[in-house]
């Protein structure tokens, strides 16, 4: 199957293809660590660059970085900056995220953003897709990696935005604190009542004090199996192939 268009909105689109898409928690990720206007901001292992393009089509950051390690995925998410009209604000780059050194300005961003892989290397069946695989399972970026990073590149107080399942939450506060990044903001995330929590997003401010602010638990689904209010907000007006939900808020860019 070839790459092909997948709508974010009236007048936003990204170019997905098999190995590079998005998902509901890339939306998730998206919403929770929208930038501040004039903000300087990367997203890291962006894949086809969806965070990115919600940034700049819902909010008005000053500059987003977008890296990536696989060649079609900077591909993709260059030619989406292109269609979108995001070329002067979105600079899309390909590197290893372990290179950050080279790759990151030090100090010089306000927020970074990471949807990383879920299970470390020895967790789980990783499949027969080497691209997919590297996206859920740690071989070419770990936790401590992302901490590492963002501690080199976030300014004094800058944010750093990232989900993961939430057997990993002690995990991630531990490395985070322990890096010198002071987790903020908790929200966790489960599909219906009646299930538990899932996935968490979590906001750590480099150089903060303590003190973690829990937020309600962001329900995806009501008991008739239809999106929650608040799910068809963040939805926004993101259309699932070419059926839009009509009950969903029309988000308009803002004038920057």
């Not at 900077?74 to 950050?100: C, H, M, P």
């Not at 990696?145 to 300014?155: E, G, H, I, M, P």
């Not at 199996?225 to 803002?254: F, H, L, V």
Request: proline share 7%; hydrophobic share 35%; with cysteine.
């Amino acid at each position: 199957m070839e790459s092909h268009w997948e709508p974010l909105g009236p007048n936003l689109k990204v170019l997905v293809s098999p190995n590079h898409s998005f998902n509901t928690d890339t939306l998730l990720l998206a919403h929770f660590s929208m930038p501040a206007a004039g903000q300087r901001c990367a997203d890291l292992g962006t894949g086809c660059g969806t965070i990115p393009l919600l940034w700049c089509g819902r909010g008005c950051p000053r500059q987003v970085l977008a890296l990536e390690l696989q060649q079609e995925g900077v591909g993709l998410a260059k030619r989406s900056a292109e269609e979108n009209g995001f070329s002067q604000t979105l600079q899309v780059i390909q590197g290893d995220l372990r290179e950050y050194k080279a790759l990151l300005p030090h100090q010089g961003l306000d927020l970074m953003a990471c949807n990383p892989p879920y299970f470390p290397g020895g967790w789980g069946a990783k499949g027969k897709h080497p691209e997919r695989a590297a996206a859920r399972h740690e071989e070419t970026m770990t936790l401590e990696d992302l901490c590492q990073a963002a501690r080199f590149s976030l300014t004094f107080g800058g944010r750093l935005c990232f989900c993961l399942p939430v057997e990993r939450l002690a995990e991630a506060a531990a490395l985070c604190r322990g890096t010198g990044l002071e987790p903020k903001r908790l929200r966790l995330v489960q599909l219906r009542e009646d299930r538990p929590p899932y996935l968490f997003l979590m906001e750590c401010r480099r150089g903060g004090k303590p003190g973690l602010a829990g937020e309600p638990t962001l329900l995806l689904r009501q008991e008739d199996g239809n999106w929650s209010r608040e799910m068809r907000e963040i939805y926004g007006d993101y259309q699932e192939g070419t059926k839009k939900n009509p009950a969903a808020k029309t988000a308009e860019k803002p004038s920057c």
